[in-house]
């Protein structure tokens, strides 16, 4: 037990009003309490603490500033301490829970001392309110169990090295990335996740970082290749940040996968170079038909022309009507030849994309259709449609085949109605910042013949007519819209009922990829 503090024998008025001003002012609280608990005097801070005026709480157990169980055990914490002498935080201090006068709980820190005076003893408290730094190192553990929870929980690999090389963190993407568990990739040098020749060179690439400060993926990020622990090579995205704590710096490595991007980019650079094959080879099959077919069928015209006005007087009824259909024949091959040429140009002749107001292509259709509107009495129906990127040539065309269609499949008796309407949708749900993530849906509904829905694969194919020799035409007019569709990020297909109608459902991207 130390010795008792003497107060001194004698203090001036000076001293003592210093003393009192010390007290007063300081931020901790002090409390003085007798052998019983017995408030005797509280400073302002204490009060404020506690939430209290002085005068309530001086003459009070000190017992009335504490929660359960230490409210109902205190005066046994006394009595122990008079009988025994050990005290739990008599000159020792430690961290405890206070309550207010609300009732709310709050941590300090209290240290007590003993003095003993000339006729009593009494015991001084001083309590440090710690309830913001609790607060700050509560908010503290819920960020880093937030941010070891994100790094834990995160689809891409996470993993922190040294400036040696040295892996200090590997978060469990990571490691199932590599096929390792985590325990055998800490402590080891990143490069052993390295194929050659970076797993010999990496050293090499630290070194010279910190040597020259020249950045080759630092910031940056770029595509590598892992090796994972069974051998594989595998592609990688890999971002690197650099942190400089507070005597040392440590890189973390973000790691995406990109096996999957990898392959469907060979996949689409091998089916780009087939079909810029196969449209070399459709374009020499153009050409072929415009030059060396046609040169025999304009003979066959030529010569069959000469027939029926040089020779008609020498030739039988028959004869004649097998001049008629030859050339009819011819007429019919030509218009052939010339739809393929069509067919063949939507894509080996096509123009850039441009800003295309589809109203204005619709009403530049329906002027070139009037004559054909008129004499068959059609109505057409419409809603105001919107403004894309496409080829306003092939757009036209579009409206073209697709409108003279409804009207050449119309019904025998009643009236001829073709609506068109658009609407814009999109392909993936709140995805609108790519080029094609935005469509343009356009319907061309009429009510003729209709078709069965279980032909509807076969439309849309080069030369397929389902009606035969009853209705004119080549059977390629909707593979041109299929064809047109599929240019401008789209397709089309169609729903139908056999005497009822038909509606054509085209899909258009808004916005395309520059060329």
Known sequence: MEEPLQPPRQMNLDDQARLKAIIDTAIDGIITIDQRGIIETVNPAAARIFGYAPEEVIGQNIKILMPEPDKSRHDGYL?????????????????????RKDGSLFPFLLSISEVKLQDKVIYTGIVHDISQQKKAEQSQRESENKIKSIIQAAVDGIITIDDRGIMEMVNPSAARLFGYQEEELLGKNISVLMPEPDHSRHDG?????????????????????????DGTVFPL??????????????????????????????????????????????????YVSSHDLQEPLRKIQAFGDRLKTKEQANLSGQGQDYVDRMLNAAVRMQNLINDLLTFSRVTTKSKPFEEV??????????????ITIEQTKTVIERTPLPTIEAEPTQMRQLFQNLISN???????????????????????AHLTSTPGDEHV???????????????????????????????????????????????????????????VGTTFIISLATRHLQE
Do not use: W
């Open 406 to 428: 409804a009207i050449k499949f119309r019904k025998d008796s009643g009236t001829p109605v073709v609506r068109i309407a658009a609407r814009n949708v999109q392909r993936t």
């Open 441 to 499: 849906e356009i319907e061309v509904a009429d009510n003729g013949i209709g078709f069965d829905e279980k032909y509807l694969d076969r439309i849309f194919n080069i030369f397929q007519r389902l009606e035969g020799q009853k209705y004119e035409g080549s059977g390629i007019g909707l593979a041109i819209c299929r064809k047109i569709a599929i240019r401008h990020g789209g397709d089309i297909t169609a729903r139908s009922t056999p005497g």
């Open 237 to 286: 995205y890999l971002s690197i940040s650099e942190v400089q704590l507070t005597n040392r710096k440590v890189y973390t490595g973000f790691i995406h996968d990109i096996t999957q991007q990898k392959v469907s980019e060979e996949r689409l650079r091998r089916y780009a170079a087939e079909l810029e094959r196969s449209n070399g080879e459709l374009q020499d099959f153009a």
């Open 357 to 370: 107001d589809l109203n204005a292509v619709l009403n530049g259709v329906l002027s070139d259709l009037e």
């Open 205 to 229: 690439y630290i070194e010279n970082y910190h040597r020259t400060g020249q950045r080759k993926i630092i910031g940056i990020g770029r595509e590598v290749s892992g090796l994972k622990k």
């Open 79 to 99: 009595e122990n301490y008079h009988r025994t002498g050990e005290g739990q935080i008599i000159g020792k201090g430690r961290e405890v829970v206070g309550m």
